[in-house]
Nanobody, 125 residues
């Protein structure tokens, strides 16, 4: 069982930056691919970014490419999402997710089995 706890959300002005974090339980964190997803009011949850278990490969949704950076610190069982040049349309509840039993450089955008409770990010115009 994997437990995920997000933190770091908040209110930021358009053009600003914010970093959200996700702490994971379990001794095998380095074996998980990790992803960030978001859900805005009235919309479906969408993929934002993912990082392979090794940390060597990443993937991003087109809407955030060039602005967001996903990273992980395996020794601290933590994954981060650095969000720059934020826009009002980035406002959403941000979730982290874990996918187990993956190869070291696989970057999945689907198939995640474990989810956190989410952290709210609000970008004002």
């Amino acid at each position: 069982q994997v437990q995920l706890v997000e933190s770091g959300g908040g209110l930021v002005q358009a053009g600003g930056s914010l970093r959200v974090s996700c702490a994971a339980s379990g001794r095998t964190f380095r074996g998980y691919a990790m992803g960030w997803f978001r859900q805005a009011p009235g919309k479906e949850r969408e993929f934002v970014a993912a990082i392979s278990s090794s940390g060597g490969s990443t993937g991003y949704a087109d809407s955030v490419k060039g602005r967001f950076i996903i990273s992980r610190h395996n020794a601290e069982n933590t994954v981060y999402l650095q969000m720059n040049s934020l826009k009002p349309e980035d406002t959403a509840l941000y979730y982290c997710a874990a996918r187990t039993w993956v190869s070291a450089n696989y970057v999945p955008s689907t198939g995640y089995a474990y989810w956190g409770q989410g952290t709210q990010v609000t970008v004002s115009s």
